[in-house]
């Protein structure tokens, strides 16, 4: 698939990133396909040298999901925050106990 895209050109990559960009789940559709849509569009877009990382990748699914689909992305909208909240604070704890003179190992 690389050869594919070894000669792509710019505007070919700008169509690529617009139809990334622009796609968005309607209401019906089977989330697993429109995903994997998605990645493969990703997947396209790494071959010609534009790299999307897994956060930027996963937000891009929360907010184009159908809108039936809204209660679940809030849950992980939550969940992403509580989690980087949780990461925080495990962080300024390390900080603190190694301020403290204390050293602290992760698991």
């Not at 690529?16 to 697993?32: A, H, R, W, Y």
């Not at 429109?34 to 891009?60: A, M, P, Y």
């Not at 809030?74 to 925050?81: G, H, S, W």
Request: one cysteine or more.
């Amino acid at each position: 698939m690389i050869e594919m895209y070894a000669g792509i050109n710019t505007t070919d990559k700008m169509k690529l990133e617009k139809q990334f960009n622009e796609s968005k789940m309607v209401t019906g559709t089977n989330p697993d396909i429109w995903i994997t849509d998605l990645e493969r569009l990703q997947q396209h877009l790494l071959e010609c040298g534009k790299t999307t990382d897994d956060d930027e990748f996963v937000l891009n699914i929360l907010y184009k999901i159908s809108p039936e689909y809204e209660s679940t992305v809030e849950d992980f909208l939550r969940l992403i925050e509580e989690g980087t909240k949780e990461c925080t604070q495990r962080y300024e704890k390390v900080l603190s106990q190694n301020m403290s003179g204390f050293c602290y190992k992760v698991k």
